[in-house]
C-alpha cells in the first residue's frame, strides 16, 4: 500500500482530518471486506457474510466479522424482535442482532462486543467525547469526526483480533440515509489504506417479474451506481435472484458498474443454507476476494475435503420420518424472531433423522379462547415454549404447558418459558393458587417467579438483566446430567426474573426437580421432571450455543424424545 497516504494524514498538520489510529496499528497487516445490500433489504447479506467469512477461514485466513448497524440504539437489547429478528446474545453480554448468530453458526467460533456496533453507540461516544472537552475546541463534524471514529472502531478490530482480514457487513441498504456515514467511512478507509488491502462487495437482486418471465438489471444498476456517486467502485458484484441470471445479464451490470465479468457473480435461492459455502467456492467468490487483496496466491484452496465433509455433515439428509414441533409465542409471526431456535431445531435433524416442521401457537389466541390448548396443540410431537417478555399471552402458554404436562407431549421451556413451567406446576401441583412471576403480577401472593434480592441491589432500580454466558452446575444423575454429560457447562443468560428460593423445597416435594443452578448463587437454571417423556427447562438460552456440527444437548434431548 501507499503507506504515506495514512501517514500523512494521521500527522497532518491542519485540523481538517480525524483520523485516529489505534497504537500498534500496521498499515496492511490486516486487510478489509465490505459487505452491502443494493436494491432491497432481506436478500441474505448475513447469510452471505457468515459463508464467505467460512470460506476464507477455511483457506488458512484468521477471520475477524463485523456488523455495523445503522440504527440510533445503542445496542439490540430493546429491539422489537418483531421488527427486527431476534436478539441475538455473545457469551461476554452483547446484545446484537441475529446476523452475528449465524457468524457464530458458520465460523463455529465465539465472537465479543467487538464485533458489533451501531450509529447509536458511535454517536453518543462522539457526544460524550465532546462534553469533556477532547476535541480541543474543533467544530464536531460528520466528516471527519463520524467517520474517523468509525474507521477507528474498523481498525481497533483489526488490531485487537490479529486478524488476517475484517470482514465488515454495513447493515441496512444502499440508498439509505442512516448508512451513509458506514459508507462514507468504508470509502476513506479504502483509499487510506490503498489498493489491495480492501475489497468492496455490492450485493445486489436482480428482479424477475412474472409478467415478463425475464430477469431485468435495471434496479441493480441504479442501486450501484448509488455507490458510484459516493465514491465507492465495488469490487465484486453478487447478483441474489430466485432463478439463475443468464450471462447476459452479467455484462450489462458488468458494463454499467465497470467490474469485470469474472467478478460479477449469479447467486439464486437455494433450500439448503448449509450447500451454500460449497456453491460459492464453485461460483469462486472467495477466490476474487483474495484475488482483490492479493492473497489468493498466499492462501490457496487446499481441495476441498474439510469443506465437503463439513457440507456433508451438516446439509439436510432425506428421511421418511417426519415431527412437528410447536411453537408457542407471541411472535409466531415473523419466524426471524425465534431464528436460532429454528436453526437449533434443524441442527438436531441428521442425528435423530427426521425431518422437522413447525406448528406456530398463537398464545394469545389459546388465551382468548379462540382455541384450546388440546386443539392448538393437537397432532404436535413436541412443544416448545420460547422466551419473551410481558404479560401478553402468558395465560395461554401456562394452559398449553400444563396439556404437555398432563399429557407426556416432550416439552422444553426457554427462559420464560421455564419460569411459565414453574408457575404451571405451582399452580396445578402444589396447589398455588394464582401463583405467578412479578414481572407481569406483582401483588400474586404466590411469587415463585421473582427478581433476586442480590440483583435489586445491582443497581436499584428493580434489577439489571442479567447477561451473557454464566457457568450452570449440574446434579449428578439428573437427566441434564445425562444430556450433557458434565457436572458444569456454560450457556447464555438474558433475563431479570429468577425462581423465587422460597419455593423451591415446595417444587421439588411434588416432583419437580432443579437439576442446574448457577452455584453458590442459588439460581435455578435447569428444571427436569422425572417420570415424564421429556419435560425439561432452562433458564438460559441454549438456541445461542447450538452450532450445526454441535447441537445443543438440550435440543438434541427434546427432539430425540419427540421422534421417538
Ligand atoms: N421476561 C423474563 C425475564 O426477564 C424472561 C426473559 C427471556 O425470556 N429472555 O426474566
Given at each position: ?58 483457506r ?15 445496542d ?19 446484545e ?9 453458526r ?32 474543533r467544530d ?17 478490530l ?45 450485493l ?25 456517486e ?21 455484462e ?45 496466491k ?29 411453537i ?34 398463537e ?9 384450546t ?44 418459558g ?147
Open positions: 500500500m501507499d503507506e504515506n497516504i495514512l501517514g500523512d494524514i494521521a500527522n497532518a498538520s491542519t485540523d481538517e482530518f480525524y483520523t485516529p489510529i489505534p497504537d500498534g496499528y500496521k498499515p496492511g497487516k490486516t486487510k478489509y471486506v465490505f459487505v452491502t445490500g443494493s436494491v432491497i433489504s432481506g436478500i441474505g447479506k448475513g447469510i452471505f457474510t457468515s459463508c464467505l467469512a467460512k470460506l476464507l477461514k477455511d488458512g485466513l484468521k477471520i475477524a466479522p463485523m456488523k455495523i448497524e445503522a440504527y440510533m440504539n445503542v439490540a437489547g430493546t429491539l422489537n424482535p418483531y421488527r427486527h429478528g431476534e436478539v441475538f446474545v455473545l457469551d461476554d453480554g452483547t446484537t442482532d441475529m446476523d452475528l448468530g449465524s457468524y457464530e458458520f465460523l463455529e467460533q465465539n465472537l465479543d462486543k467487538n464485533s458489533f456496533v451501531t450509529s447509536g453507540r458511535i454517536y453518543s461516544s462522539i457526544i460524550e467525547k465532546e462534553r469533556k472537552g477532547l476535541y480541543l475546541g464536531v463534524q460528520f466528516i471527519p469526526h463520524v467517520t474517523g471514529e468509525t474507521k477507528k472502531i474498523f481498525r481497533d483489526a488490531v485487537g483480533s490479529k486478524a488476517d482480514v475484517v470482514i465488515i457487513e454495513v447493515g441496512g441498504t444502499v440508498g439509505d440515509y442512516e448508512n451513509l456515514f458506514a459508507l462514507e467511512s468504508a470509502r476513506e478507509l479504502m483509499y487510506e489504506e490503498g489498493v489491495g488491502n480492501a475489497c468492496f462487495v455490492n445486489t437482486y436482480i428482479l424477475e417479474p412474472h409478467s415478463l418471465g425475464e430477469h431485468k438489471s435495471k434496479a441493480a444498476q441504479l442501486g450501484i451506481k448509488r455507490l458510484l459516493l465514491g465507492i467502485q465495488p469490487d465484486i458484484v453478487v447478483c441474489r435472484s430466485e432463478t439463475p441470471i443468464p450471462e447476459k445479464i452479467k450489462k451490470i458488468s458494463m454499467n458498474v465497470n467490474v469485470p465479468v469474472k467478478q460479477v457473480i449469479g447467486l439464486h435461492d437455494t433450500d439448503d443454507i448449509y450447500t451454500l459455502p460449497l456453491f460459492l467456492r464453485e461460483l469462486g467468490v472467495d477466490e476474487q476476494v483474495l484475488n482483490v487483496l492479493g492473497l489468493a498466499k492462501f490457496p484452496v487446499n481441495g476441498n475435503k474439510k469443506l465437503k465433509a463439513w457440507t456433508e455433515e451438516v446439509s439436510t439428509k432425506p428421511t421418511s420420518k417426519e415431527i412437528t414441533v410447536g408457542a409465542g407471541k411472535y409466531t409471526g415473523l419466524r426471524d424472531s425465534y431464528i436460532s431456535i429454528i436453526k437449533s431445531l434443524e441442527h438436531c435433524q441428521n442425528p435423530v433423522g427426521a425431518k422437522i416442521n413447525f406448528r406456530w401457537i398464545t394469545t389466541d389459546v388465551e382468548k379462547g379462540k382455541i390448548a388440546l386443539k392448538a396443540l393437537d397432532g404436535i410431537d413436541g412443544l416448545i415454549v420460547p422466551g419473551g417478555f410481558g404479560s401478553r399471552g402468558t395465560e395461554g402458554k401456562i394452559s398449553c404447558i400444563k396439556h404437555a404436562r398432563e399429557n407426556n407431549i416432550p416439552f422444553l421451556g426457554l427462559c420464560f421455564f419460569q411459565m413451567a414453574v408457575i404451571e406446576y405451582a399452580r396445578n401441583m402444589c396447589n398455588l393458587e394464582n401463583a405467578n412471576t412479578t414481572e407481569i403480577d406483582p401483588k400474586t401472593n404466590y411469587p415463585v417467579i421473582c427478581i433476586l434480592p442480590e440483583q435489586e441491589e445491582v443497581d436499584g432500580l428493580g434489577g439489571t438483566m442479567r447477561l451473557g454466558g454464566y457457568d450452570v452446575f449440574i446434579k449428578k444423575n439428573s437427566i441434564a446430567h445425562k444430556l450433557y454429560g458434565s457436572e458444569k457447562v456454560r450457556e447464555r443468560f438474558r433475563h431479570r426474573f429468577n425462581v423465587n428460593t422460597n419455593y423451591i423445597d415446595q417444587l421439588e416435594e411434588k416432583g419437580l426437580v432443579f437439576s442446574g443452578n448457577a452455584g453458590k448463587k442459588r439460581i435455578m437454571q435447569i428444571l427436569e421432571l422425572p417420570g415424564h417423556k421429556f419435560f425439561f427447562g432452562t433458564q438460559f438460552h441454549p438456541e445461542f450455543t447450538s452450532r450445526p456440527t454441535k447441537p445443543n444437548p438440550a435440543y438434541l434431548g427434546f427432539v430425540k424424545a419427540c421422534a421417538e
